[in-house]
Structures are given as structure tokens and as C-alpha cells.
């Protein structure tokens, strides 16, 4: 029994290695280098329609083989590269995070545009959240890779969420991680208030934006008038 389980660890182990060759990460680095530039595109050009920074940050990541590996087991899936490749999508990841909350779906809208990428999978976790209170846009998308003068089409998760929704997520992460079972579903409670408060803020911040823009349109409307007299 000992040397069946020392087996199957062994060959967990070569297919971590596998799953995190150069070639496979230079494969997904590449998407994420694509997806990233564009979205940089489309901040410069939603920022210049809308006359405020849409984009505050973006991050990215590639998930590490122990993270694939556990996700695999978690699913019942078989631990090989081309099952991992196959059934998740988010071994390469980026985040957009925006300002305000109507620019998420501006940005969302933007992405959905690019022309050369393939759209796989929509989930909008703003307007129904999770049970925690998680709030983000997921899209899963194929993005064109050319390596050795071939196209290989790789999926990535474009998250994209505001500041605030951001901040809540991070430290809902941090606050979840590793409670026992008798602390978790008291931390969980809490944590979903916060993110109905967050919720209300971002709402608030927005409305904010808007009074502002409101008022220098009527000054420049104000100055129009004062100079046509």
C-alpha cells in the first residue's frame, strides 16, 4: 500500500514538472503579455472618451503546478498536462481593476470587441455574487500565440473589478485562509457585510463622479454662453 501511494506522488510529481516546462510557460506568459497590452489600449481609449482614469492597476499571474494539481484533484480530473490545458481556465490569469463601477463594463464591453480573441465563457459575479460576496466579471477567453511559426489559441481569465471590490476580495482571502471549521461560517458572515458596505461605497464614489461631471459641464456651458454675449 505504502509503495502504491509513494507511486502516485512520484508521478504527480513528474506531471508538476511537466505542466511547468519552459515552453508551456512561455506559452502562457505570452497570452497574459497579450491580454495585457490590449487592455492598456483600451484604458488609453476609454480614458480619453470618459475624461477620467478608467484603469487603475493591472496584475497578472500563471498558476503554479501545485495550485493546477490541487484544483485537478479538487474536480476528479486526471493529473496530466493536456487534462489541465483542457478543463481550466484559468491557468493564466489577469486583473484589470478599474476606479469606478460603471467602467467595469465598459472595459468588459472593450474586450469582448478584440477581434482576434475567442470568447469562451461569461460570468458577471456583480450583478449576481457569490455566496461570500465576491463581486467580479470573469471572461474566459483564447488569445492567438505564436511561437516557432505556430498559432496556438490559449485560454485566459480576465477578471475585472473595482478598487473597492478589489480591496474587500484580497482581504476576504487573507481573513478565510486557514480558520478552523467552527470560525470559518462567523468570519464568512462578516465578511459579506462588508461587502454589501462595499457595494454601497462604490455606489456612493460613483454618484460622486457623476455630481462633479455634472457641474464642470455646466461651467463650461456657463463660459460658452459668457463668451457668445
Same mark, same amino acid.
Not at 9 to 29: A, F, G, H
Not at 35 to 53: F, Q, W, Y
Not at 185 to 210: C, G, H, P
Given at each position: ?57 493591472? +496584475? ?101 473589478? +473595482? ?67
Amino acid at each position: 500500500m505504502k509503495n502504491s501511494l509513494n507511486d502516485e506522488k512520484k508521478s504527480d510529481k513528474s506531471e508538476i514538472v511537466q505542466i511547468n516546462s519552459p515552453m508551456t510557460l512561455l506559452m502562457y506568459q505570452s497570452a497574459i503579455d497579450i491580454v495585457v497590452d490590449r487592455l492598456k489600449a483600451i484604458n488609453i481609449e476609454l480614458t480619453n472618451k470618459s475624461g477620467h482614469h478608467v484603469i487603475r492597476g493591472i +496584475t497578472s499571474r500563471i498558476k503554479s503546478p501545485e495550485s493546477i494539481t490541487k484544483k485537478l484533484i479538487r474536480k476528479g480530473k486526471k493529473i496530466d498536462y493536456e487534462t489541465a490545458v483542457e478543463s481550466l481556465n484559468d491557468i493564466a490569469g489577469v486583473r484589470a481593476v478599474s476606479y469606478f463601477f460603471d467602467d467595469i463594463y465598459q472595459i468588459s464591453k472593450a474586450v469582448k470587441k478584440q477581434k482576434d480573441f475567442t470568447l469562451i465563457k461569461e460570468k458577471d459575479y456583480v450583478q449576481k455574487p457569490k455566496k461570500s460576496g465576491y463581486k467580479s466579471i470573469h471572461l474566459i477567453v483564447k488569445v492567438p500565440v505564436v511561437l516557432d511559426s505556430q498559432t496556438t489559441y490559449v485560454k485566459v481569465e480576465i477578471q475585472i473589478r +473595482t478598487f473597492a471590490m478589489d480591496y474587500w476580495a484580497e482581504l476576504d482571502s487573507q481573513m478565510c485562509y486557514k480558520k478552523s471549521a467552527d470560525d470559518i461560517e462567523m468570519v464568512r458572515q462578516e465578511s459579506k457585510r462588508y461587502a454589501e458596505a462595499i457595494t454601497a461605497l462604490d455606489n456612493k464614489m460613483l454618484e460622486f463622479r457623476k455630481k462633479i461631471e455634472l457641474l464642470e459641464k455646466n461651467k463650461v456651458l456657463c463660459e460658452t454662453d459668457k463668451v457668445k454675449k
